[in-house]
């Protein structure tokens, strides 16, 4: 069982909004910033957010972020067909003295 | 231009050994701390160990005590020598760095560990 708990899979048709959890506990998600990378087939992963909610330069502003407690959340808006792809969220782990991996979720575009 | 390219993996028995190697450039390397992150096919992403700019190591339970991280900083590389392999550790491993989060990957390398 992972430490942070992501859905498998998640679904929308293109323009819909979409959201992805990320279930954590009080030694990572409820003290340290969450990242969340895509991955899209066949090719590395690449970072969406950083420092909880923060958008690297290139990340369009349809996606979006947010934190709570021991829980984050992953938004997409305007949801179109390359959004196609494996969704991870990351975060350092105090208790593991590590970095920790959601599980991954695969987001289709109907 | 950034780049990381990972070189170094293969086919191996279990049991057995091999370095990774990740050569980096297009950025001031000494400045970074850098991680290895695994996945093995179908499956999700794994961190295995990081370095800082001062050579603090960690890594993941499942890799402790078999993995070493070093850098160079002057040649610009990293290196992940991985011993006593099993067939758990076979996945696509890809070097990663970044300043605010990964925002750098190389390609990823193949490492297979089977008899």
């Known amino acids: 069982q992972s430490v942070l708990t992501q859905p498998p899979s998640a679904s929308g048709t293109p323009g819909q909004r979409v959201t992805i959890s990320c279930s954590g506990r009080s030694s990572n998600i409820g003290s340290q910033y969450v990242f969340w990378y895509q991955q899209l087939p066949g090719t590395a992963p690449t970072l969406l957010v950083d420092?909880?909610?923060q958008r690297p330069s290139g990340v369009p502003d349809r996606f979006s972020a947010s934190k709570s407690g021991t829980s984050a959340s992953l938004a997409i808006s305007g949801l179109r067909s390359e959004d196609e792809a494996d969704y991870y969220c990351?975060?350092?782990?105090?208790?593991?003295?590590?970095?920790?991996f959601g599980e991954g979720t695969k987001l289709a575009v109907l | 231009e950034v780049q990381l390219v990972e070189s170094g993996g293969g086919l191996v028995q279990p049991g057995g050994s091999l370095r990774l190697s990740c050569a980096a450039s297009g950025f001031t390397f000494s400045s970074y701390d850098f991680h290895w992150v695994r996945q093995p096919r179908g499956k999700g992403l794994e961190w295995v160990s990081g370095i800082s700019t001062v050579g603090d190591t960690y890594y993941s339970a499942s890799v402790k005590g078999r993995f070493t991280l070093s850098r160079e900083n002057a040649k610009n590389s990293l290196y992940l020598q991985m011993n006593n392999l099993r067939a758990g550790d076979t996945a696509v491993y890809y070097c990663?760095?970044?300043?605010?989060?990964?925002?750098?990957w190389g390609q990823g390398i193949q490492v297979t560990v089977s008899s």
């Open positions: 990663t760095t970044g300043l605010a989060g990964w925002d750098n």
């Open positions: 420092y909880d909610n």
């Open positions: 990351s975060v350092w782990d105090d208790s593991l003295r590590g970095w920790v």
